[in-house]
């Protein structure tokens, strides 16, 4: 073998060599740029998908807003139609989801978007709820037996046709609403105070016919649960106005 062909065998690995350096080194540059785009691509997505998310926000915000003076059912209506079509997250490739920091952020916000408003609508359907108890028993605890009977009633007879026919169909009524959870013992205070009235007025009936003197008072039973009441509609104006102003925050 002559010296020329010995120097070609021996530089001929070398260029082998460069030759798949240099192919590899393409291929990861080309590699490189695809991941790169896919990043890009995933970033994009991601911020198509919050600037989506702020406007729906900003829309229902302004809804609660316009509507917060209405009664907790109807607000209520008005936020279960403001979030039935929030927006979705468009797909990206693997890799672009798995290393842009943007679209992680924009699943974490897919994930908990509705989560105040779940809040607040279900705020709004205890507060419903509430309000139709407290309503009755704000009506029922509003009865006065001077409406019915004099206070110096001498006949049995308005008692027993009249006053006690009223208070018990109050009574009725009253027990016909449902009760909030966790509201048993306040039904139970209102219902015992109107109880207390009708067995008080039953007694003076009797003690008429008996030709009995007899009075009574049922103020404090009547204030007591006219207070109990009004403390759980305090409370539950607060956690609505709560759960509005947590909306309101965004």
Known sequence: MNIRARRVMIALPV?????????????????????TEQI???DLVAQDYLGAVS????TIVKRVADG??????????????AVAEPPK?????RFGREHSA????????????????TRLSATLKRADTAGDFIAAAQSVLALRATDYISTSVTS????????????????????????PPGRQELAKQVTDAVQYLIDKASELANRID????????????????????????????GDVTEAVNAVSDF
Do not use: C, M, N, W
Request: zero cysteines; charged letters at 20%; a neutral charge.
């Open 15 to 35: 260029v082998l060599t460069v030759v798949i350096a240099g192919i590899i080194g393409a291929l990861v540059a080309a590699q490189s740029h695809r991941q």
């Open 89 to 93: 997250l468009a797909k990206a490739s």
């Open 156 to 179: 049995s007879g308005p008692i027993r046709s009249t006053l006690i026919p009223v208070l018990t169909a109050a009574r009725d009524r009253f027990s016909r609403v449902q009760v």
């Open 102 to 117: 943007v679209y992680a952020e924009a699943e974490q916000t897919e994930a908990t978007i509705l989560e105040p408003f």
């Open 40 to 42: 890009a691509q995933a």
């Open 210 to 237: 008996s030709r009995e003197y007899f009075s009574f008072s049922y103020q404090e039973e009547f204030q007591t649960a006219s207070d109990a009441v009004s403390d759980y509609a305090t409370q539950v104006k």
């Open 68 to 81: 917060k003076q209405a009664d907790p059912g109807a607000l209520r209506k008005i936020v279960e139609r």
């Open 55 to 58: 406007s729906f926000r900003s």
